[in-house]
């Protein structure tokens, strides 16, 4: 899975039995909110877990949709993805 090829150690992604999304639980000092704006100023959209929650609960979790054709730019975006969580 690209996700654990690219995502800093520490990393789980659900393995869901069916739906569109996945979530993924980043290393416990990522904000995920953080996350979310960063990736957006690059064309990168994600749903960040505390907009799902009442209480602001799981703060380092994402949920990223799978309903995409898997090109390279689908590729890059986790890439570089993997690559903001691993800086934060």
Same mark, same amino acid.
């Given at each position: 899975?690209?996700?654990?090829?690219?995502?800093?150690?520490?990393?789980?992604?659900?393995?869901?039995?069916?739906?569109?999304?996945?979530?993924?639980?980043?290393?416990?000092?990522?904000?995920?909110? #953080? $996350?979310? /704006?960063?990736?957006? &100023?690059? %064309?990168?959209?994600?749903?960040?877990?505390?907009?799902?929650?009442?209480?602001?609960?799981?703060?380092?979790?994402?949920?990223?949709?799978?309903?995409?054709?898997?090109?390279?730019?689908?590729?890059? #975006? $986790?890439? /570089?993805?993997?690559? &903001?969580? %691993?800086?934060?």
């Amino acid at each position: 899975m690209a996700i654990s090829a690219y995502f800093p150690p520490g990393t789980r992604v659900t393995q869901p039995e069916g739906g569109f999304v996945i979530w993924v639980e980043l290393p416990g000092t990522v904000d995920a909110t #953080a $996350l979310s /704006r960063r990736a957006l &100023m690059q %064309g990168i959209t994600i749903a960040p877990s505390p907009m799902f929650s009442a209480t602001q609960k799981y703060r380092n979790f994402i949920r990223l949709n799978c309903a995409v054709d898997w090109d390279e730019q689908v590729n890059q #975006a $986790l890439v /570089r993805l993997g690559q &903001m969580v %691993g800086e934060q």
